[in-house]
C-alpha cells in the first residue's frame, strides 16, 4: 500500500530546457559544452556543486576559469537558470491533492543557484514550496547525489518512511533502478510531460 510519494523535481515537475542555459551563455559570449547541463556527463568539480561540495562562490570562480575569465556573478547565475521554465500549475493543483492522500515529499539533485531561481515556481494562489512537501531533500543540502543508494536510503531516515510503503517518482531511469533494488516502488515518466493519467497514483488526481 502507498502511504508517501517522493517526487524528483526537474522534468518530473519543473519543465526545462538545457538548450536556453547553452544559448544565454553564448548570449553573453561563451561556448559552453554538454559538459555543463547533461547529469551524468557533467564535470566532476561541477557535481561537486550538486553535492554541496563546493560554494556558490566556487562555482563561479570555476566556470570563469573553464568558459570565460570575463563573465560576471550575475551573468553566469542567470545563464545557469535559464534552463528552468515554469511548473504547469496542474502540476501543482495534482501535488495539493495528493496531499489529501498521501505524505509528500521532494528529492532533487540541484545546486544552491537553480533552487534560490526554481523555488519561486512554486508560488500559487498564495501557496509556497514549503506548503505542497512535508520534507525537502536537496542534494546540496544532505550532500547525495541521486542514483547513489544512500540519497534513498538517507531520505527514508530522515523521513521516518519505508520504502515498500513509498512510490518514487524520476524521469531518469536509473534513478528509478536505483531506487526499486531498494524496495520503492517506481514510476519513470517521460521528462516534460503530462504524466497524471499514468501514474500508479491517478485515480487520486484531480481531473
Request: net charge negative.
Amino acid at each position: 500500500m502507498i502511504k508517501n510519494i517522493i517526487f524528483d523535481w526537474g522534468g518530473v515537475l519543473i519543465h526545462l530546457d538545457k538548450n536556453r542555459c547553452v544559448e544565454r551563455f553564448a548570449e553573453y559570449g561563451v561556448e559552453v559544452s554538454d559538459e555543463l547541463t547533461n547529469p551524468y556527463g557533467q564535470r566532476t568539480d561541477l557535481k561537486d556543486f550538486e553535492q554541496g561540495l563546493m560554494t556558490v562562490s566556487e562555482f563561479h570562480d570555476t566556470v570563469r576559469r573553464v568558459y570565460g575569465d570575463t563573465l560576471t556573478d550575475t551573468q553566469i547565475d542567470d545563464a545557469w537558470c535559464a534552463l528552468l521554465l515554469d511548473i504547469p500549475t496542474y502540476k501543482l493543483d495534482m501535488l495539493l491533492s495528493l496531499k489529501e492522500c498521501y505524505r509528500l515529499f521532494l528529492l532533487s539533485n540541484t545546486n544552491a543557484v537553480h533552487w534560490e531561481e526554481g523555488r519561486k515556481r512554486f508560488d500559487y494562489q498564495g501557496h509556497k514550496v514549503e506548503d505542497y512537501f512535508e520534507q525537502i531533500f536537496l542534494s546540496h543540502e544532505i550532500h547525495e547525489l541521486k542514483p547513489s543508494p544512500e540519497a534513498f536510503l538517507k531520505v527514508a531516515r530522515m523521513a521516518g518512511i519505508e520504502p515498500e510503503e513509498t512510490l518514487f517518482i524520476d524521469d531518469l531511469q536509473a534513478s528509478c533502478d536505483a531506487a526499486a533494488a531498494l524496495g520503492f516502488h517506481t514510476y519513470c515518466p517521460l521528462a516534460n510531460t503530462d504524466w497524471r493519467n499514468d501514474s500508479p497514483v491517478s485515480s487520486q488526481l484531480v481531473p
